[in-house]
């Protein structure tokens, strides 16, 4: 069911259950999407739920379906590497259930919240963010989020108290208590949680992988409800 976070004006569309829940979005990149079925399903067993597909590998609007089909409601499955709003609209078309962009784009961030899906618009400055959320924002994407570090979430939080924030790119899974404890909703992980699973690398080792990611995103979120 839909759900819409009502600010002023803003119908802002709610991160999904899913990601409340587990806190990660495993993001993937292959020579082509045709691919990512044996890889979703190993980040599966490790219990990470949240697959974003990058538009940057061929193919990911022809296997979209196909791979909501196999794994129904098990999981969900976003479009990221999104630039155009053309780009969105097809995604949203074919049932994305959430898109992430490396930019602010006020044309994608609207077309996601006429359809009621989440949207995760990317930027650094606290101009570029606070213009994301300002639009309606399900959160904002800190891209390259290496460059700046987890405390940066508490420096925003000081002028912006409400905005939500998932850092991506160059965060390692060592880093995932930092981010989580400094207030991120959720961490975005490619390469460290991927490692070489999409160039023919064990499963098992990725599974692995997806079970510590979870295993400290667990940890951090029982140590910070247990403070006084």
């Known amino acids: 069911m839909l759900r819409l976070e009502h ?97 602010t784009d006020p044309d994608i961030i609207a077309a996601c919240i006429r359809r009621g899906v989440a949207v995760y618009p990317g930027g650094l400055t606290p101009t570029e963010l606070h213009a994301a959320w300002k639009l309606g924002a399900t959160a904002v994407k800190v891209f390259p989020a290496s460059v700046v570090g987890a405390g940066y979430v508490g420096q925003l939080r000081g002028p912006f108290p409400d905005i939500q924030v998932i850092p991506s790119g160059g965060v390692d899974i060592e880093d995932i208590p930092g981010w989580i404890s400094s207030g991120a909703l959720a961490v975005s992980l490619g390469g460290p949680l991927l490692g070489d699973a999409l160039r023919g690398g064990d499963l098992r080792e990725l599974t692995a992988r997806a079970r510590r990611v979870r295993h400290l995103v667990d940890q951090t979120t029982d140590q910070m409800g247990a403070q006084p």
């Open 7 to 103: 600010q002023g004006t803003i119908s802002r569309p709610a991160p999904s259950s899913i990601l409340r829940a587990t806190r990660v979005v495993a993001v993937l990149r292959a020579m082509h999407a045709r691919e990512y079925a044996p890889v979703i399903e190993a980040l599966q067993q490790g219990g990470v739920l949240s697959i974003e597909l990058t538009l940057s590998t061929p193919g990911v609007f022809d296997e979209l379906p196909r791979l909501q089909e196999h794994f129904g409601d098990t999981l969900e499955i976003g479009v990221g590497t999104v630039t155009a709003a053309d780009e969105a609209e097809t995604a949203l078309d074919l049932g994305a259930a959430y898109i992430v962009t490396p930019v």
